[in-house]
């Protein structure tokens, strides 16, 4: 079955509002929650990573919010500008080895 | 500092053919993996490498081949292609958390678009 529940898959905002999207899992004992931003045409990067023994983490514009009780996790971009625009996808260490599952993925769409 | 590095970027294949996606990274990460992406899908592991000699079935393993033979470079192999085999491939790596085998942050190549008539 599906380790990771991401919504929504497309989201569009207007410049300088805000955006979130949230993941959710099923295994109890993942302890790595990372955010990756694929730009078109490219591999996916890391953006964001939050470890099970922290609640939040900022980087400028960008941060994550952990609930191990309930089993999600957020991503939430402020301020949000034309050059966000991407797919954004949530991962967790769910799979056998410590592998990476990810969710399908948000289509971010920053209007000018 | 070149990364991760995927050939061919693009390819088409006839049914039936085999060939072989290559994956070379520079940054003597232990682990490697492959993941396809598909419409609506996200990422889905094909097969992973925790260090040279050493590989495993991720969730979609079937029609495909691995093999490490060294740190370095992680080659996907299709041996007779299938048109459910159209996607987009992506080759990533990273070091493995001290003392686990969780992975790190994962580096990915910019990925291999195959269609299979």
């Known amino acids: 079955g599906e380790n990771v529940e991401q919504h929504p898959s497309t989201l569009s905002v207007q410049e300088g509002d805000s955006a979130v999207i949230k993941c959710t899992y099923s295994?109890?004992?993942?302890?790595?929650f990372p955010w990756y931003k694929q730009e078109l045409g490219k591999g996916p990067q890391l953006i964001i990573d939050?470890?099970?023994?922290?609640g939040e983490k900022k980087d400028q514009r960008i941060a994550v919010t952990l609930n191990k009780t309930a089993k999600h996790f957020s991503l939430h971009i402020t301020e949000t500008q034309p050059e966000d625009s991407a797919v954004y996808f949530c991962?967790?260490?769910?799979?056998?080895?410590?592998?990476?599952?990810f969710g399908k993925g948000t289509k971010l769409s920053v209007k000018p | 500092n070149a990364g991760v590095t995927q050939t061919p970027k693009f390819q088409v294949l006839k049914t039936g053919q085999s060939m072989t996606l290559q994956c070379a990274q520079d940054m003597n990460h232990e682990y490697m993996s492959w993941y396809r992406q598909d419409p609506g899908m996200g990422l889905r592991l094909i097969h992973y490498s925790v260090g040279a000699g050493i590989t495993d079935q991720g969730e979609v393993p079937n029609g495909y081949n691995v093999s490490r033979s060294t740190t370095e470079d992680f080659p996907l192999r299709l041996l007779s292609a299938a048109p459910s085999q159209t996607s987009v491939y992506f080759c990533?790596?990273?070091?493995?958390?001290?003392?686990?085998?969780?992975?790190?942050?994962?580096?990915f190549g910019e990925g291999s678009r195959l269609t299979v008539l």
């Open positions: 939050i470890r099970s023994n922290v």
């Open positions: 991962a967790e260490t769910g799979g056998s080895q410590g592998n990476l599952i």
């Open positions: 990533a790596s990273s070091f493995l958390q001290s003392g686990t085998t969780n992975t790190g942050e994962l580096f």
């Open positions: 295994d109890s004992a993942s302890n790595y």
